[in-house]
């Protein structure tokens, strides 16, 4: 649609998926436990849904990480004379927003989010210890600067953390549409 229809366009419900692919990139050395690569493939399929009523919008997305096996894993010390896989377990994952628009490019969400699984195993035997289960609240907004520039304000923390992320976050972003105003 043209600029003049998506700005008369009204949302009701919305329904999407999608999929993340990550390719094996990165510098990986199997010799080193810390690498900026990762020698494996992931893959994370999502479905979303949006729902509109009047000034309130919820989006809601479930999906999971799904990882290959790293077939050169740590080949140092005593694991030297043999090769070592790893793998990790799906990670499933669930993030919601409630927002309410005050007025055009003025508005503020209520954000959650929860993910939980992931236990690695290594040659087959699985590490209890890494399973993940954590969970993010915050709020974020926009306010308006001009026609086309807004000003966008994020804060997070965990709420539940039983492995990593545990963190305060602050966002701010400063946004520019390069879109015309319709005719």
Known sequence: MDLAE????????????????????????????????????????ELGYSRRWGHWILDAYGGAWLYTTNPDYLLIGRFASKT???????????????????????WISLDGNYWFGGRTSLNGVQNPNTFQKSSRVGVSGSIPLTARQSLKLGYSDGAYVRLGGNFKNVSVAWQYSWLGRPN
């Open 6 to 45: 998506f700005r008369q366009w009204r949302q009701k419900n919305l329904l999407g998926i999608s999929i993340r692919v990550l390719p094996p990139t990165g510098q990986y050395d199997p010799t080193k436990l810390i690498n900026f690569g990762t020698n494996r493939w992931a893959f994370k399929p």
């Open 84 to 106: 070592n896989t790893q793998s990790q377990a799906p990670i499933g994952s669930f993030e919601g927003h409630l927002s309410y628009d005050l007025r055009r490019q003025l």
